[in-house]
């Protein structure tokens, strides 16, 4: 079992920044993808970005490429997404998730743990 705790979340003005981090325990010694997905008001759960257990792979959807970074530390138990040039379009509750292996997983059903989620709001 992986435990999965998200914090950084909050209100940001359009062009800002925020920093989310994701803290893993539990099972943290077996090899996990770490993904961030986002979830829109009325909309489906979409994927944000990956990050594969080296830290040497990441992969992001087109609408943050540039603008966010993926990155992981400390024994590879802490994740991080650090979001620039924040966009109104941005606004969702984030969700930090883990899917297990080495190879990095981009699709919603291949992970397996997702924290409580942290609301993002970018006003215009």
């Known amino acids: 079992q992986v435990q999965l705790v998200e914090s950084g979340g909050g209100l940001v003005q359009a062009g800002g920044s925020l920093r989310l981090s994701c803290a893993a325990s539990?099972?943290?010694?077996?090899?996990?993808?770490m993904g961030w997905f986002r979830q829109a008001p009325g909309k489906e759960r979409e994927f944000v970005t990956a990050i594969n257990w080296s830290g040497g792979s990441t992969y992001y959807a087109d609408f943050v490429k540039g603008r966010f970074t993926v990155s992981r530390e400390g024994a590879k138990s802490t994740v991080y997404l650090q979001m620039n040039s924040l966009k109104p379009e941005d606004t969702a509750v984030y969700y930090c998730?883990?899917?297990?292996?080495?190879?990095?997983?981009?699709?919603?059903?291949?992970?397996?743990?997702w924290g409580q989620g942290t609301q993002v709001t970018v006003s215009s």
């Open positions: 539990g099972r943290t010694f077996s090899p996990y993808t």
């Open positions: 998730a883990a899917a297990p292996g080495i190879v990095l997983k981009i699709k919603l059903d291949d992970y397996n743990y």
